[in-house]
């Protein structure tokens, strides 16, 4: 096991407060939850389900507005949506090796902008999608079956990769993605960062912050299995270890994450030893994917020639 640590300069931007009739909403909506939890476990969490697979529409700035004019754009139809893909090519393409990215939630592939930028100045092709209801993809839920579910069939048409690199529920999703997958079409390098290495955690997380009972965590486990015929438990990193253990695998964690924490990578790299494991420091989750020294490290990552 290889541990590096990587100390940023970066410092976390300042939070933007939600507005004041979001959060009064949200109080109304938790009030009538905790009084509802009493009478329909089932139907609570049903709606906080509903809350939680809401995608949050995102915005582009003008420099991933100029990067997504360079890329070839096409389409993925998934269940009656348009989903946008995205492929930048390196002006020589002659090491003919291709990265798959995969974003985290709230997020888009444009997000990855500084990394695909240095990937495709050194040579490589990228490519990524914007998943059901994020970046410039139709939709208005979704959840990690699916994000799971397009990856997979993307990476099946188009792969195998060189190298993907996942961030955050993309990071979970790629991992789970690979390991459905033959060896013999598994990726040189995989790379995930700042990943929840499973779901009930922030399941419980969610439910928790709402205020609820374990009989409603327990019914909203449960509609994983009634939308997506695979429980809960399945989609966890932690017990795919056989199925991962000859890859070249990298984990990448800052350790004053808020959203991810720095315990849930040691976590996951105690299943997975043989990983070589990224104590970031100085950075935030939502910085880390554009800091220049991670992308370094990531740069330099899959340059190294896998072992066959």
């Not at 049903?46 to 389409?75: G, M």
């Not at 994000?147 to 996942?166: C, E, F, Q």
Request: glycine share 6%; aromatic share 8%.
């Amino acid at each position: 096991m290889k541990k590096v640590l990587i100390q940023t300069s970066s410092e976390e931007k300042k939070v933007k407060k939600p507005a004041k009739k979001a959060n009064v909403q949200m109080e109304w909506l938790i009030k009538g939850l905790h009084t509802l939890q009493h009478v329909s476990p089932k139907l609570t969490s049903s709606i906080i389900w509903n809350q939680f697979t809401k995608t949050p529409r995102v915005r582009f700035n003008d420099k991933q507005h100029a990067l997504i004019e360079k890329a070839e754009i096409s389409v993925i139809k998934y269940r009656g949506n348009d989903l946008k893909a995205y492929r930048w090519l390196p002006a020589d393409a002659s090491n003919g090796k291709t990265i798959l990215l995969s974003h985290g939630w709230g997020s888009k592939i444009a997000d990855f902008r500084r990394m695909i930028e240095t990937l495709v100045a050194e040579g490589y092709t990228v490519e990524g999608v914007d998943m059901k209801g994020h970046g410039l993809s139709a939709g208005t839920h979704t959840a990690l079956p699916e994000i799971r579910d397009v990856l997979k069939t993307h990476y099946s048409r188009n792969g195998p990769y060189h190298a993907v690199v996942g961030y955050s529920i993309g990071g979970l999703a790629a991992g789970l993605t690979v390991n459905e997958m033959s060896t013999s079409f598994h990726p040189n390098h995989l790379i995930i960062i700042a990943t929840p290495p499973y779901t009930r955690y922030f399941f419980q997380e969610i439910i928790d912050q709402v205020g609820c009972k374990e009989r409603v965590f327990n019914e909203m486990c449960e509609l994983v299995e009634k939308h997506y015929h695979e429980s809960i438990d399945y989609f966890d990193l932690r017990n795919k270890a056989d199925n991962l253990k000859h890859l070249d695998l990298h984990m990448i964690y800052d350790e004053h994450d808020k959203t991810v924490p720095f315990t849930k990578g040691l976590e996951l790299n105690e299943m997975l030893p043989m990983s070589s494991f990224v104590h970031v420091t100085g950075t935030s989750h939502n910085q880390i994917i554009a800091d220049e020294k991670v992308i370094g490290y990531i740069l330099d990552a899959v340059a190294v020639k896998a072992e066959v």
